[in-house]
């Protein structure tokens, strides 16, 4: 067979397997086999044998419903390339709508302190990192798994961003895990699904539960964590906190009962679904 018959049948047994999208996985896969980019594919016109084994494996586990990134072994968020595998939540295209708000609001701001919750892969952060160069970031992850991924991926990172990126093992939950540190702005991508929700095959076999689940109703970590980002934003400063679409309201709540928080807005991605809600930092306290 040649590439583009080999990529036929693969989308076909992918279709036959339930992939979502069997057609663009086949090429993203052909094109890593064949080391070029999909577009490059017109000019692909056979496999070698050692190609065509690879690209049957690959195909293999993606029927297995194998997550395609793990697969591949990376993942594109914003403009950094992230290594990713199991034990490390995959980062999704969506919370690039957070990333470009974090960016737009530290654009005024000369030296700019970031502190990314529940980090995860390092996604925002690095990042961030990477788009500000002249600005400090701490990431925060309370898990080993995550921890390892994030440190790899640092480390592949050129030497003036790495840094200036301080990774920390901690509970978002705790006001304590950043004690002395300020910060212009914080975001977080915590566990926030709800643990009655039904997920992918990919989603619910693949990404750590850890990372998932937010308790019954999705705000087990994001409740108690309000504390923690009141305690380390700067008078003024903002934050993101993204959320399951079916619990924004619930954030927006726990901001302001907080009475710490003004400027309290439901933000939407891409796709138009409710996707996080920012805040900013009252210059007094309110709190009750």
């Known amino acids: 067979m040649n590439a583009r018959e080999h990529r036929r049948a693969a989308t076909a047994e992918l279709a036959a397997a339930g992939v979502p999208s069997p057609d663009v996985d086949a090429a993203l896969l052909l094109a890593h086999v064949a ?41 594109q968020f914003g403009m950094v390339d ?13 919370t690039e709508a957070l990333l470009s708000w974090a960016l737009e609001a530290i ?20 990042s961030i990192a990477d788009a500000r160069r002249n600005a400090v970031v701490h990431a925060v992850e309370i898990a080993d798994e995550p921890l390892r991924w994030l440190q790899r991926n640092l480390s592949r990172m050129p030497d003036q961003v790495a840094d200036r990126v301080e990774v920390h093992q901690g509970d978002v939950r705790d006001p ?28 619910i076999d693949h990404d750590p539960p850890l990372a998932l689940f937010g308790g019954a109703d999705g705000m087990s970590v994001i409740g108690p964590m309000i504390a923690t980002v009141a305690q380390l934003l700067e008078a003024g400063g903002k934050v993101a906190i993204e959320h399951d679409d079916s619990t924004g309201q619930a954030v927006i709540e726990v901001l302001t009962a907080d009475g710490r928080f003004d400027s309290i807005v439901q933000n939407h991605d891409l796709a138009g679904r409710p996707r996080f809600v920012t805040a900013t930092r009252t210059t007094t306290s309110r709190r009750i």
Not at 54 to 71: F, G, K, N, S, W
Request: proline letters at 8%.
């Open 35 to 75: 080391g070029t980019s999909v577009g490059g594919l017109v000019t692909v016109d056979e496999l070698t044998q050692e190609q065509a084994d690879t690209y049957r494996v690959m195909i293999d586990r993606r029927r297995a419903r194998e997550p395609l990134q793990h697969i591949i072994g990376h993942v």
């Open 82 to 94: 992230l290594e990713v595998g199991p034990g490390v939540f995959i980062p999704r295209m969506e």
């Open 107 to 126: 654009a005024d701001v000369a030296e700019p302190v970031v502190v990314d919750l529940c980090s995860g892969s390092g996604a925002l952060a690095l």
């Open 176 to 203: 304590a895990v950043l004690a002395g540190i300020r910060a212009d702005v914080v975001v977080a991508n915590p566990p926030y699904i709800p643990e009655t929700a039904e997920l992918p095959v990919e989603v």
